[in-house]
């Protein structure tokens, strides 16, 4: 597989219109975890928690030791965000749960 096949072009809600290219197996591992610790309404549970959630779904092989785990749930909140498939509660601290 070339380079260009293992990457994918994500958004930010934060920065319409920018596009990044990461890595898809980081991206859809990470995605896959997020999505599985999120509710399905609000008001959601705290990105910390989600975080703290998500690191038993997560591969050795992508994120030994949990490492570079928080960027890429940054990143992948952002673009979910973006497309719609997630949203932030109201309250602070920022609460994520799964739109419907």
């Known amino acids: 597989m070339s380079d260009?096949?293992?990457k994918i072009e994500i958004e930010s809600i934060t920065s319409p219109h920018h596009v990044q290219?990461?890595?898809r197996a980081k991206y859809s591992a990470m995605?896959?975890?997020l999505l599985?610790?999120?509710p399905d309404g609000p008001p959601g549970i705290t990105v910390a928690d989600a975080k703290q959630a998500l690191l038993k779904h997560l591969s050795q092989e992508h994120f030994p030791g949990g490492e570079k785990a928080g960027w890429w749930l940054k990143a992948v909140q952002?673009?979910?965000e973006?497309?719609?498939v997630i949203a932030r509660g109201t309250a602070k601290p920022v609460r994520l749960y799964r739109c419907p």
């Open 36 to 38: 599985s610790v999120l």
């Open 21 to 23: 290219r990461v890595g």
């Open 78 to 80: 952002l673009d979910l």
């Open 82 to 84: 973006a497309k719609g």
């Open 4 to 6: 260009a096949e293992d």
């Open 31 to 33: 995605r896959a975890a």
